[in-house]
């Protein structure tokens, strides 16, 4: 966003900043920082189809499953299931167990709200098995924690 001198000059005003709009650099505006809600969200915003740490971990834990023969599948973000109107849940990956069933698995490191609540809801309509997966961590012996929906 590019302010105009009269606007730089009122934000100077207002925030008490002495110099006259004539004499101020008005090629780029003063940074304002994010709100702590626009900063978390900001935080692992990745392009769609891009693994962030923990989910490459999933992903080479769900490898070696694959090469010991207890799964027979796996894609991440597959699909993408409707909800309701303007609301869609998109699961991390899509495992093909042993025994044929589609299981639906998100990997979290923490959960909000929002995220808990679509992946019931979907659970809910769809005739998948969605489980949740989080990182153990190594002091506790590592692996992943498993809770089914």
Same mark, same amino acid.
């Given at each position: 966003?590019?302010?105009?001198?009269?606007?730089?000059?009122?934000?100077?005003?207002?925030?008490?900043?002495?110099?006259?709009?004539?004499?101020?650099?008005?090629?780029?505006?003063?940074?304002?920082?994010?709100?702590?809600?626009?900063?978390?969200?900001?935080?692992?915003?990745?392009?769609?189809?891009?693994?962030?740490?923990?989910?490459?971990?999933?992903?080479?834990?769900?490898?070696?499953? %694959?090469? +010991?023969?207890?799964?027979?599948? $796996?894609? @991440?973000?597959?699909? *993408?299931? !409707?909800?309701?109107?303007?609301?869609?849940?998109?699961?991390?990956?899509?495992?093909?167990?042993?025994?044929?069933?589609?299981?639906?698995?998100?990997?979290?490191?923490?959960?909000?709200?929002?995220?808990?609540?679509?992946? %019931?809801? +979907?659970?809910?309509?769809?005739? $998948?098995? @969605?489980?949740?997966? *989080?990182? !153990?961590?190594?002091?506790?012996?590592?692996?992943?924690?498993?809770?089914?929906?």
């Amino acid at each position: 966003m590019r302010w105009s001198e009269q606007q730089l000059a009122e934000y100077l005003e207002r925030t008490g900043v002495t110099g006259s709009s004539n004499s101020a650099d008005v090629s780029e505006p003063p940074f304002i920082p994010p709100t702590p809600k626009q900063a978390m969200q900001a935080l692992g915003r990745l392009p769609v189809g891009t693994m962030n740490k923990t989910e490459k971990q999933y992903a080479g834990h769900l490898e070696q499953k %694959k090469l +010991a023969g207890k799964i027979l599948w $796996f894609a @991440f973000e597959p699909i *993408k299931l !409707r909800l309701a109107d303007n609301t869609f849940y998109t699961p991390d990956f899509a495992v093909m167990a042993a025994d044929g069933v589609i299981e639906l698995h998100e990997v979290k490191g923490f959960w909000t709200d929002d995220a808990r609540v679509k992946i %019931k809801v +979907a659970a809910d309509k769809f005739p $998948f098995r @969605f489980m949740a997966m *989080k990182p !153990r961590a190594q002091k506790a012996g590592g692996g992943w924690e498993v809770e089914e929906f």
